[in-house]
């Protein structure tokens, strides 16, 4: 059956914008976009109104679990090692699975279409993504050395989810996770791209994230954790590779020469002090993408918002390599995606691409006038003008609504994990005593 949405303007990619169209979709896929009077007659359609089809955003690199933690850590020292790793411990898949609904609901509602998350109990994560309808790039995280959730049995449930979700359904995409090189032995990590590599799947890391990890490896292997990455062989076009903020000379080109893909979390970023540097990347033509990060770090999942502030941080250097809102819409839609999926030409409004799109309400004084939609879009929108979302075909919102999700009932069962897990890690008498605030 062939799904037809018209709307006023259809953004194709970045630098194409068609007016008046109509997309045509066949089982998940776009199949083509044409005129309505070049439809069949007697086709329906679905009238979207004054929207503009945009392709969804992507974010590359998330831990929707992790709302447990929104609005904690941020006075703290470090709200990885303190606030997250207090917190973790006292998991389970079904916690996990409650929180990453709530954190996908945030997600949806800004436009976001795809996460490529990086956390515990993956299987709970890959059905919070089923029930929601969000497209999952999902990698169990793996920890050896210290940290919440370490053991060999780590490494044996990762095989093991890529084992049982790769190709099983159209909306998960498993992909390897070590957490980071510092918390990884380099063992477990080569055994985990070697693994990535047979499956043609990526392999998503920390890497060089926080001054903790860069010292360990320092003192440990006498290098800084990119050059051990090299040396160990783990950089390449497969490896997304969450921060690099932490550097010393040398590291950025090597991400540069191996084509690794660095992603940029820019509030995480900002609020950490200490920025990835994308104007050296962008001088040495390598590509890095956006994503949201996670509470404790980033407190929101606005892929819009981070867009935008990664367009702001960027420029605001005042260097030659300066982004333009174009350049950035192209790296938080169709990148992020074909960076993930290790494929190229099937993210954009045209025959043959997935059928994971937003639309923007042009009718809102936020985005008003417009003489360029999509510089309009990167600087002026945000959730308030996302008005339906459609992923792999299906509507997941429209009209502002939640089609299939009792978005209350999300709500109500993540905060009783969030009062179970508070009381079990004692930090619910550490808020009451103010030391978050």
């Known amino acids: ?35 309505e009077k070049d439809l069949e007659k007697g086709s329906q359609i679905e009238d979207l109104g004054n929207v503009a089809i945009v392709p969804g955003f992507v974010n590359a690199h998330s831990h929707v679990g992790l709302v447990s933690v929104k609005g904690l850590g941020h006075s703290q020292a470090s709200a990885l090692y303190d606030v997250m790793w207090g917190i973790e411990p006292h998991l389970t898949e079904d916690d996990v699975y409650k929180l990453s609904c709530l954190g996908i609901l945030d997600c949806l509602s800004s436009g976001t279409t795809s996460i490529n998350d990086h956390y515990f109990f993956s299987e709970g994560v890959a059905k919070a993504c089923l029930d929601t309808g969000i497209r999952g790039f999902i990698g ?102 969450a921060h690099c ?85 192209e790296i938080a839609t169709k990148q992020n995606f074909e960076k993930l999926t290790l494929q190229n030409d099937i993210y954009n409004m045209e025959s043959g691409s997935y059928a994971d799109f937003i639309t923007i309400n042009l009718d809102s004084e936020k985005i008003q006038p417009i003489h360029d939609l999509i510089n309009n879009i990167v600087l002026s929108s945000s959730s308030k003008e996302v008005k339906d979302v459609v992923i792999n075909g299906k509507e997941v919102i429209r009209n502002y609504e939640f089609i299939d999700l009792d978005k209350e009932k999300i709500i109500y069962e993540a905060n009783q994990v969030l009062d179970k897990l508070l009381i079990k890690s004692n930090f619910k008498e550490r808020i009451e005593k103010g030391e978050f605030s």
């Open 245 to 329: 903020n932490v550097v010393e000379e040398g590291d950025l080109d090597l991400l540069a020469s191996s084509n690794t893909y660095p992603i940029f979390c820019p509030s995480t970023h900002a609020l950490g002090g200490k920025l990835l540097d994308t104007n050296n990347l962008l001088s040495n033509n390598a590509n890095w993408g956006i994503g949201t990060d996670c509470s404790g770090g980033n407190d929101d999942y606005d892929m819009i918002e981070e867009t935008r502030t990664a367009l702001l941080l960027n420029n605001s250097k005042g260097l030659e390599t300066k982004l333009t809102p174009k350049n950035v819409f």
């Open 140 to 241: 169990h995280t793996v920890m050896t050395e210290y940290g919440p959730w370490t053991g060999e049995d780590q490494l044996i449930m990762a095989e093991s989810f890529v084992k049982n979700f790769i190709k099983s359904n159209d909306l998960i995409h498993p992909v390897m996770a070590p957490h980071a090189t510092d918390t990884t032995n380099p063992e477990t990590i080569l055994k985990m791209k070697n693994f990535a590599e047979d499956n043609n799947i990526p392999i998503h890391i920390h890497l060089s994230q926080t001054k903790v990890e860069f010292d360990y490896i320092k003192e440990n292997f006498g290098v800084s954790p990119i050059k051990h990455a090299q040396e160990i062989g783990l950089l390449g076009s497969n490896l997304i590779a």
């Open 1 to 35: 059956m062939t799904i037809n949405y018209k709307a006023k303007y259809v953004v194709s990619n970045s630098q194409t914008v068609l007016k008046d169209k109509v997309v045509q979709i066949q089982e998940g896929k776009i199949s083509d976009v044409i005129d």
